[in-house]
């Protein structure tokens, strides 16, 4: 099964924390690559700041999502003001499309 976290940031002291955790956030993301299909910073504009993030899952339980997630250095430090995980459906049509970065 499919799952999508979305997390947004909590405005006072974000670029603090990712500044102190970017790397440990991003080899821990390395870590799960496989289980996290994609994972990526959401930001207003291409090239503005961060203000969440979004990561797409594979995995049998929304606990095991919500394992994963709960070692995420960005989130034992604070930095997710919320997160959400919803099982995310394939739409008809897009079935043999293959989730692949580009």
Not at 12 to 39: M, S, V, W
Not at 44 to 58: C, S
């Amino acid at each position: 099964m499919r799952w999508a976290a979305l997390f947004t940031d909590k405005t006072e002291g974000a670029a603090e924390i990712r500044a102190a955790h970017t790397a440990d956030h991003q080899a821990y993301l390395r870590e799960y690559k496989g289980q996290i299909l994609l994972a990526g910073a959401m930001r207003a504009e291409p090239d503005g700041a961060p203000v969440g993030g979004l990561w797409i899952f594979q995995a049998d339980t929304k606990e095991e999502v919500e394992a994963i997630i709960a070692r995420d250095p960005f989130q034992i430090h604070g930095l997710r003001a919320t997160t959400t995980i919803n099982a995310w459906g394939t739409a008809p049509g897009y079935e043999d499309v293959a989730i692949a970065p580009r």
